[in-house]
């Protein structure tokens, strides 16, 4: 249990999804007020533990005990939007909100696993061989996830038997994703050397598991941070390097505060490999005339001004997101280091008007939930996070204008649900089972 007196920031995330910790913007503004009791512990503490209920999930499914567990987080990114897959910038920090895998060997080559996330029309249980030569694209789609992790290894994974659960919501943009691919590896680390490291080569393993088996060309920062990110800092990472600089996150008088438009996405067969598209032909554009731009993230405003000619409008406009957003991202880890938060809010609401007018992967729901938490007096910024097309936006907040904040969200987006947390630990071997 967290309480209010917790040193370092709070973080507030504001969703609507029914696997998450539920409860109304009415017991938070009443906990804010000062109600304390049970309805605090409530707010502070899943209604549903993934450890606990993965372990009981498996021995329902397997009638025994597991022996090998691993866990991984989502994350939530302050700021730096679409800039990695251009070798930008971004600063994201781990959730505590985990998936977890619990398991044990099977003395096979094949894996059965047991999911407590409820998808749809999709199967809760799925098998399949560890033979790479097998590991392919198939049904129940979650499990693509895990064979895609499997083929990325040097050495054959051992058959297991397993369950997964997760209270990372699925579809609201906190990378609930890249939190199983993590896991996924993880354990298989676990099974195969008796303990796995966090090394910039598992999240490469991962991200490459996304792009082949779910279709998704996405950048590294999900798997990244999910695997290397630290309890109480934030993360700034360079896309490019692979180098990385964690910012302590630990003002008391700060309130990172999400919502979550309960609009849900799937980047594969959106909008999103079209806006990845745009971003490479903006940089064969800048690359005729500037031969050193071999990423959004090397380019100038002054340059890209300078071939506007040679660019249509949207291209031109996806290009100026992303080289101005490379930009607010390392001021606003400046801004974090010097405790400026006014100047964060401002280059928040920043990234929130490119991301909506020049990127244009907004949507009516996360203008409004970012235009609420703006009319609150001690609000320094919000803008949407993730991906986009729906999910989460993050407010920037002093601590004394949280029950503001609550109630407005409430009045203005009453379906709204809210919990606390702080920045999380990466991927790790689970001790106690």
């Known amino acids: ?51 606990a ?10 009638g025994t005990d597991p022996t090998v567990g691993a866990a991984a987080p989502g994350r939530v990114n302050l700021i730096g939007e679409h800039t990695d897959y251009c070798d930008g910038f971004v600063f994201p920090m781990a959730l505590t909100r985990n998936t977890v895998l619990v398991g044990r060997p099977n003395g ?97 393993h991962c991200q490459k598991a996304e792009h082949t088996f779910a279709d998704t ?42 919502a979550n438009s309960n609009v849900t996405h799937k980047l594969s067969d959106s909008e999103y490999p079209k806006r990845k598209k745009s971003c490479e032909d903006a940089v064969a554009v800048l690359r005729q005339k500037f031969p050193k731009v071999k990423a959004l993230r090397d380019a100038t405003m002054e340059q890209l001004e300078a071939v506007k000619g040679g660019l249509d409008p949207v291209t031109f406009r996806r290009a100026r997101h992303v080289i101005g957003e490379c930009e607010r991202c390392q001021q606003a880890e400046a801004a974090f280091q010097k405790g400026d938060y006014k100047r964060c809010g401002q280059l928040m609401v920043e990234s929130h008007v490119s991301l909506r007018d020049d990127y244009e992967v907004s949507c009516p729901q996360l203008d409004t939930l970012q235009e609420i938490a703006m009319t609150v007096k001690g609000v320094y910024g919000s803008r949407m996070t993730g991906g986009g097309f729906g999910g989460c936006t993050v407010t920037l907040a002093h601590k004394d204008c949280k029950e503001a904040l609550v109630a407005a969200i409430q009045k203005g987006y009453p379906k709204a649900s809210c919990f606390f947390t702080v920045p999380g630990e990466g991927a790790r071997k689970l001790a106690h089972l």
Not at 1 to 26: E, P, Q, Y
Not at 53 to 62: G, H, P, Y
Not at 121 to 136: G, H, I, M, N, Q
């Open 1 to 51: 249990a967290v309480s209010r007196k917790l040193d370092g920031v709070f973080l507030c995330f504001i969703h609507l999804t029914r696997t998450d910790i539920m409860f109304t913007a009415a017991a938070v503004t009443s906990y804010l007020a000062g109600a304390g009791g049970s309805a605090g512990k409530s707010i502070m503490i899943s209604e549903s533990d993934p450890v």
């Open 53 to 62: 209920t993965a372990v009981a999930l498996f021995k329902k499914q397997f």
């Open 108 to 204: 096979t080559s094949t894996v059965n696993i047991v999911t407590a996330s409820k998808l749809g029309d999709s199967s809760e249980v799925a098998s399949f061989s560890t033979e790479k030569a097998t590991l392919k694209k198939g049904n129940p789609k979650w499990a693509n996830y895990v064979k895609g992790v499997f083929a990325q290894l040097d050495r054959q994974v051992p058959g297991f038997d397993a369950a997964i659960a997760s209270n990372v919501p699925i579809g609201g943009g906190l990378s609930s994703s890249a939190s199983l691919e993590v896991a996924c590896h993880t354990f298989a680390d676990i099974l195969l050397d008796g303990k796995s490291e966090n090394t910039r080569q598992k999240a490469l």
């Open 217 to 258: 060309p996405c950048g590294i920062m999900d798997q990244f941070i999910s695997t290397f990110g630290k309890a109480g800092h934030g993360l700034l990472l360079d896309c490019r390097s692979l180098d990385f600089k964690l910012v302590p996150i630990s003002d008391p008088d700060v309130v990172v505060f999400i």
